[in-house]
């Protein structure tokens, strides 16, 4: 089938070039530097992901025309790509309010990517600890930050379904089911809703207006989720000191089923005046929407930590387990100005739009009503 070709090339897409941030243990080091610094960095590695993610939930539901008439049903196909700007590409990991156990390692600069920046590691973290008995700083451990996928977009294919009522009201829905692959050697999952009601107003008290007016008002989800690569040991990070750990965190089960989780959703509030010329449809107006991402790592992971003895060197590391370490919320609300041109064909519409915010995006509609 066509329709089901689209969305697997797109998730190919999606799978290839977004979906390696969720897997690659680098970005579980985050852990390491504590809180609140484990959640400052994680805020602002993922912050392009979360508004992509918000922006593609609250594009692409109006598309200008007539209101479809009751009982009368249109189905289709909506895919929505949002762009990262320039400056969202990279992020100084000296200027996130970082505390002074973790630092920057000598030689390197502090410029790093973001998850849709650069396909290269970040500059490498020196997480210290003050050593009882001496008092004296000492890096317990060092990781580099991750790098990004080098892609700086991500798109959202999705199907739509939307039913007449009365008076120039539609109910619009929009659905990505639940899908599950693997790729790497990691899983991941995805899935989106959304639903929400359009009314033409030019109905009731803009009857003389030469252009029409619609508003509308939707609510979307979705929700992201990627295992990461075990990251139980993390020998690789501790400069080769030991770390003391129990009979259960030796054991690599343990630390199964940790995930990195993006959940998404926005209210939308938009207005559009659209023109009807012969088949043709020109849209113009404006969208405010309030949108949230939380990022949170789910499952038992090790942080490193220490404490006295009573032999030389009088102190020890170990390792101390933390449940779901990580979470954030990532607000967005963007007020944006769109504009578009949808054509129909018999039976069939196609529709295309344009976004301007500080996350640019395009929108492409293909659908058939009945």
Partial sequence: MP????????????????????????????????????????????????KSINSNLNRGWLFGGEALTPGRVEVGVTLTTAFVPPDQKSFDVTAIGLEATTQLAAGYGSQTPTALGAHTLGPQLNVTTTLPGSGEEAVIATYPMPEGVGVPLIPLPSLQLNLGLMKGTELRTRLLPSIKF?????????????????????????????????????????????????????????????????????????YDDQKLQLRAESLILECILSKEVRAFTFFSGLRYSIGRTYVETLGIYPQIAVRPTDEDPYYELYFKDVKNPIKVAIPYYPLALQAGVSCRLSAFTLGLSGTYATYTSLSAALSVSF
């Avoid at 799978?15 to 969720?22: L, S, V």
């Avoid at 252009?211 to 040991?233: H, K």
Wanted: proline letters at 4%; hydrophobic letters at 40%.
């Fill in 182 to 254: 693997r790729s790497d050697g990691t899983n991941y999952a995805t899935a989106m809703w959304g639903i929400g009601v359009t009314h033409r107003l030019h109905q009731s008290f803009v009857r003389y207006l030469p252009f029409s007016v619609t508003a509308g008002l939707t609510y979307a989800r979705q929700r992201v989720q990627g295992n990461f690569e075990r990251v139980g040991s993390w020998h690789q990070v501790l400069n080769g000191q030991e770390v003391v750990r129990t009979e259960q965190q030796k054991d690599p089960s343990h």
């Fill in 3 to 50: 329709v089901k070709r689209v969305f697997l090339c797109i998730l190919f897409f999606f799978t290839q070039r977004f979906c390696p941030a969720f897997g690659q243990s680098e970005v579980s080091f985050f852990i390491l530097s504590g809180q609140p610094n484990a959640d400052l960095l994680a805020r602002a590695y993922f912050m392009p992901v979360a």
